[in-house]
């Protein structure tokens, strides 16, 4: 059975522009995603024309600058573009919002001659991107990453591998963390990797629970040679800058967490209104309508937590706490939302002939990516008690 289009959500945005790019986020959705989306995630397909798509609609560099193409909207708007498209598809919400993590060291930490001479590719010119963090052996504790770049003349030579690479080997630039210097987190250095780099190649994707469509590999990188005028920030800024995109990227995480949430909710209302037992819609059954109440109730206040933190990025303000707080909260709505609309719909959410499955399988790897539910929490516990071990 194909999608149910997700009945619209009643946003609150600050502009009418805002309003009409909404509007066409949507249209493109339902034109271009939802139809295929069901068919395609089942076969582990990724949809680049769906990149190249949003590309040219100016859907890809939205909170960056207008100077350099992008779409300079606040991150207000810039979110709930993303749970508009990940309530579609979550491989195209996921997608864009790594793409964006990945622009965003050059975006604001580059050098004006290098925000000249690649964002506006970056942001408007088809290319894809990934993020480089993780390593098979640093996951959580990120800052104790073994990739290692040596100084050679007016050239960096980067050897190591990075893991759980959300578009690895099918990106066009990689923003990869390196040790440059000491043990720990000052050691480390950004640097802006052309995904076609001699020496720069990918493991075979890995077989993933649910998000299928999205490749995930290991990147390895033997002996990549790249200038220093790709190196971006300072020598030994790295962990900082990676630190910084993971304040927004984490919101981005919670947003598409929510857009899941309400897909399951409206498969769950949509299907309780049509199924009939005794004599009636099962939604009429108080037990059933109570489950849909605290749904709603959860992704709505989801929502609101990741927009606060988003108003609160806008307006120059701290916002890390919040993140951590939104990234927590949305994302285990997700995994409970979607998994009371897998029961909702009893035997049938079991089977893929209904995507509350895949909803469901989906929403698990939210809790995972950008930080662990367990590393948001200690984040959060810094911001309430300070470091641990004072």
């Given at each position: 059975?194909?999608?149910?289009?997700?009945?619209?959500?009643?946003?609150?945005?600050?502009?009418?522009?805002?309003?009409?790019?909404?509007?066409?986020?949507?249209?493109?959705?339902?034109?271009?995603?939802?139809?295929?989306?069901?068919?395609?995630?089942?076969?582990?397909?990724?949809?680049?024309?769906?990149?190249?798509?949003?590309?040219?609609?100016?859907?890809?560099?939205?909170?960056?600058?207008?100077?350099?193409?992008?779409?300079?909207?606040?991150?207000?708007?810039?979110?709930?573009?993303?749970?508009?498209?990940?309530?579609?598809?979550?491989?195209?919400?996921?997608?864009?919002?790594?793409?964006?993590?990945?622009?965003?060291?050059?975006?604001?930490?580059?050098?004006?001659?290098?925000?000249?001479?690649?964002?506006?590719?970056?942001?408007?010119?088809?290319?894809?991107?990934?993020?480089?963090?993780?390593?098979?052996?640093?996951?959580?504790?990120?800052?104790?990453?073994?990739?290692?770049?040596?100084?050679?003349?007016?050239?960096?030579?980067?050897?190591?591998?990075?893991?759980?690479?959300?578009?690895?080997?099918?990106a066009d630039f990689y923003t990869v963390m390196a040790r440059t210097g000491v043990e720990g987190p000052r050691g480390i250095t950004a640097f802006l990797v052309p995904g076609d780099a001699e020496g720069l190649s990918a493991a075979?994707?890995?077989?993933?629970?649910?998000?299928?469509?999205?490749?995930?590999?290991?990147?390895?990188?033997?002996?990549?040679?790249?200038?220093?005028?790709?190196?971006?920030?300072?020598?030994?800024?790295?962990?900082?800058?990676?630190?910084?995109?993971?304040?927004?990227?984490?919101?981005?995480?919670?947003?598409?967490?929510?857009?899941?949430?309400?897909?399951?909710?409206?498969?769950?209302?949509?299907?309780?209104?049509?199924?009939?037992?005794?004599?009636?819609?099962?939604?009429?059954?108080?037990?059933?309508?109570?489950?849909?109440?605290?749904?709603?109730?959860?992704?709505?206040?989801?929502?609101?937590?990741?927009?606060?933190?988003?108003?609160?990025?806008?307006?120059?303000?701290?916002?890390?706490?919040?993140?951590?707080?939104?990234?927590?909260?949305?994302?285990?709505?997700?995994?409970?939302?979607?998994?009371?609309?897998?029961?909702?719909?009893?035997?049938?959410?079991?089977?893929?002939?209904?995507?509350?499955?895949?909803?469901?399988?989906?929403?698990?790897?939210?809790?995972?990516?950008?930080?662990?539910?367990?590393?948001?929490?200690?984040?959060?516990?810094?911001?309430?008690?300070?470091?641990?071990?004072?």
């Amino acid at each position: 059975m194909p999608d149910r289009a997700p009945q619209p959500v009643d946003r609150q945005l600050p502009t009418d522009e805002a309003r009409d790019l909404i509007s066409l986020v949507r249209d493109i959705a339902q034109r271009e995603i939802a139809p295929s989306a069901a068919e395609e995630e089942d076969a582990g397909r990724f949809p680049r024309e769906v990149f190249t798509l949003l590309s040219d609609s100016g859907l890809l560099g939205l909170p960056y600058d207008a100077e350099y193409g992008g779409g300079e909207q606040p991150y207000e708007v810039y979110l709930q573009v993303l749970e508009e498209l990940a309530a579609t598809r979550l491989t195209v919400g996921l997608g864009v919002s790594v793409h964006t993590l990945a622009s965003y060291a050059l975006a604001a930490y580059g050098t004006k001659e290098q925000q000249v001479e690649h964002l506006p590719a970056m942001v408007g010119g088809g290319l894809l991107g990934g993020y480089c963090l993780s390593e098979p052996a640093s996951g959580s504790d990120a800052a104790s990453l073994r990739t290692r770049a040596v100084r050679d003349g007016d050239d960096w030579v980067i050897t190591g591998t990075k893991a759980w690479i959300t578009h690895g080997g099918i990106a066009d630039f990689y923003t990869v963390m390196a040790r440059t210097g000491v043990e720990g987190p000052r050691g480390i250095t950004a640097f802006l990797v052309p995904g076609d780099a001699e020496g720069l190649s990918a493991a075979v994707p890995e077989k993933k629970m649910g998000l299928k469509g999205s490749p995930t590999a290991q990147v390895h990188l033997d002996g990549v040679r790249v200038p220093d005028s790709r190196r971006l920030g300072d020598e030994g800024q790295g962990f900082a800058i990676a630190l910084s995109a993971l304040d927004s990227g984490r919101l981005g995480i919670a947003a598409c967490a929510i857009g899941v949430a309400q897909a399951a909710l409206d498969e769950a209302v949509s299907y309780a209104a049509e199924r009939r037992q005794f004599g009636k819609p099962i939604s009429d059954f108080q037990g059933l309508r109570f489950m849909l109440a605290d749904m709603a109730t959860q992704i709505e206040a989801g929502r609101a937590l990741y927009l606060t933190a988003a108003r609160l990025r806008d307006a120059g303000l701290p916002f890390a706490k919040q993140a951590a707080m939104a990234k927590l909260y949305c994302t285990d709505t997700a995994m409970r939302v979607t998994t009371d609309a897998v029961q909702v719909l009893g035997g049938y959410g079991y089977t893929a002939d209904f995507p509350a499955e895949r909803y469901m399988r989906e929403a698990k790897v939210l809790q995972i990516v950008e930080g662990t539910n367990q590393i948001q929490r200690m984040v959060i516990a810094r911001h309430l008690a300070g470091p641990e071990g004072r």
